[in-house]
Nanobody, 125 residues
Framework: EVQLVQSGGGMVQAGGSLRLSCEAS????????IGWFRQAPGKEREALSC????????YYTDSKTGRFTISSDNAENTVYLQMNSLKPDDTAVYYC??????????????????WGQGTQVTVSS
């Protein structure tokens, strides 16, 4: 059974940083993709960044390049989202999600098979 367990998040002042973690288990092969998403109150869910482990590529949505960094510890099957220079507009529930198997042409928006439990990030001004 595939499981994604998230940790991290919380409350931070504007300009601060947070790191989110997503520990994945249950994959029998490395041909999957994991991404980070967020959903703010009253807004649609937004893809932030993703890693396609099947082809070893990393993707970012344009607006997140520079402030958000995705990384992975393959030995620990954990994917991280480092968020710097946080703004009040970054306040949202953050989710990790996985798509398995992941095709080469996958985009972050295609990731939808498995979801983490979500974690609240609140940025105060």
């Amino acid at each position: 059974e595939v499981q994604l367990v998230q940790s991290g998040g919380g409350m931070v002042q504007a300009g601060g940083s947070l790191r989110l973690s997503c520990e994945a288990s249950g994959f029998s092969a490395d041909d999957y993709a994991i991404g980070w998403f967020r959903q703010a109150p009253g807004k649609e869910r937004e893809a932030l960044s993703c890693i396609n482990r099947a082809i070893g590529r990393v993707y970012y949505t344009d607006s997140k390049t520079g402030r958000f960094t995705i990384s992975s510890d393959n030995a620990e099957n954990t994917v991280y989202l480092q968020m710097n220079s946080l703004k009040p507009d970054d306040t949202a529930v953050y989710y990790c999600a996985a798509e398995w198997p992941a095709i080469g042409s996958l985009t972050c928006d295609d990731i939808n098979d498995y979801w983490g439990q979500g974690t609240q990030v609140t940025v105060s001004s």
